[in-house]
C-alpha cells in the first residue's frame, strides 16, 4: 500500500545532524521544533525514556498542524540518551560535566538508544521504537579531551560525542546502526513508515545529493 497523495514529511528536532541524515537519504524534511522540556520526563530505563520524549515531540508539532485534504502529513519525532555504567546520559550540563564524562567513558563501551514517533496526521495513526547502537570509545588524553569540549560539540549532543563530527575521530568502532549515533536510524524509519502503509521510497525528493534525477517508485 502507498500514498496517493502528496507526502510531506515534519522532523520535531532542531538537530542539524537529523536533517542532515535526512536529506543525504533523498528526503527533504520541513523542521518545526518542538519545544519540549526534556526535564519533565524521568524514568530509569533508557529505551523508555528516549520513547517517551521522542513522542512528546512528535505530539507536541502534531498539535500545531492542520490536516488538508490534498497533502499526508507525517510527523516524526526522536530523541537519544547513552547508557553507560548504570546511568542514562543526555547532553552535559557544561563544560566540566562533558570533561569529567569522557574521563569516565574513555576505553570503555555504552549504548546509544534513540526513540522514534512516526505519527500520520490524516489518518490518526502511529507507529514508533527504539534503535540501539553500541558505541566503543577511545582511550583518549586528558589534552584530547580537553581540546574536544573546548569545541563546544560534545555540550551540544547527547552522551557528549558525535560520530559525524570531530568526535568520530574519538570512537574505535559501533555495534549497530550508525545512524542511531547521529540521532535517526534510517532502517529504522524504513520499517515504521511501513507500519504506516508507505514505502520510504514514497519521500524521495525528484533530485537527490550529487544532482542525479530520482523515479519515484510510489
Known sequence: ????????????????????????????PDVLVSGVDESQVVSDRAEELCLELARLKAQAVLGRLRATPDERTLVLGCDSVLAFDGEILGKPADAVDATRRWQRMRGRSGVLHTGHCLIDVVHESRAEAVASTTVHFADVSDEEIAAY???????????????????????????GDPGTVVGLSLPLLRTLLGQLGLRVTDLWTKVAPGGQEIEHLG
Not at 500514498?3 to 542532515?20: D, I, W
Open 1 to 28: 500500500m502507498t500514498t496517493s497523495l502528496p507526502l510531506r514529511l515534519v522532523l520535531a528536532s532542531q538537530s542539524p545532524a537529523r536533517r542532515k541524515l535526512l536529506q543525504a537519504a533523498g528526503i527533504e
Open 149 to 175: 569540549v573546548a569545541t563546544g560539540e560534545p555540550l551540544a549532543v547527547a552522551g557528549a560525542f558525535t560520530i559525524d563530527g570531530l568526535g568520530g575521530a574519538f570512537l574505535t568502532g559501533i555495534e
